[in-house]
């Protein structure tokens, strides 16, 4: 079990660019989980999907944030027009949710984005 | 809603000496509660859950007991070792269909040999 692979693990960009990150979760998991992670806000909860489908974006900005789960081996963070202060670190994490009691969250490496 | 609220850090102790990392929540639902552990270049990785309440979870020599009457759940080690350095986040998940989880913000340990 290779655990939840990100990619890339950094990326730098130019203010104004588009960054995606990748984000592969563990077989057979049915959540995936996006964070993001600084030294002054800590980890902050994105966005997750439930079998593909979007269930929460509360900590999305609402521009120039999306995320999306096309299959369930690969979902995607991008970011338009990023900006110096979307530098952070990019978590993803996947669970096995079932039942009716939560499960524990496997997260990636991260990804390291650096806005210049 | 959800809330947790964990002690500030840095936390810098020496080696050999007790930790205890306060962590208390907010909630209206039945919680399951998790400890964290993330050290330097990746992920948080999990240390320890307890799904119930008056449960005690234990992991590396990290224990923490799930109070419900206090709503509490202290993450206590008796002996830190100079490779416990990492942040510590404590989180609670919910019940039933909101898997939205909720994190404090960490708890930076530094441990000196």
Known sequence: NAGVIQTPRHKVTGKGQEATLWCEPISGHSAVFWYRQTIVQGLEFLTYFRNQAPIDDSGMPKERFSAQMPNQSHSTLKIQSTQPQDSAVYLCASSPLGGYNYAEQFFGPGTRLTVL | ?113
């Open chain 2, 1 to 113: 809603g959800d809330s947790v609220t964990q002690t500030e850090g840095p936390v810098t102790l020496s080696e050999g000496t007790s930790l205890t990392v306060n962590c208390s929540y907010e909630t209206k639902q039945y919680p399951t509660l998790f400890w964290y552990v993330q050290y330097p270049g990746e992920g948080p990785q999990l240390l320890f859950k307890v799904p119930k309440a008056n449960e005690k979870g234990s992991n590396r020599g990290f224990e923490a007991t799930y109070n419900k009457e206090a709503t509490s759940f202290h993450l206590q080690k008796a002996s830190v070792q100079e490779s416990d350095s990492a942040v510590y986040y404590c989180a609670l998940g919910g019940r039933g269909g909101n898997y939205k989880p909720t994190f404090g913000k960490g708890t930076s340990l530094v441990v000196h040999p």
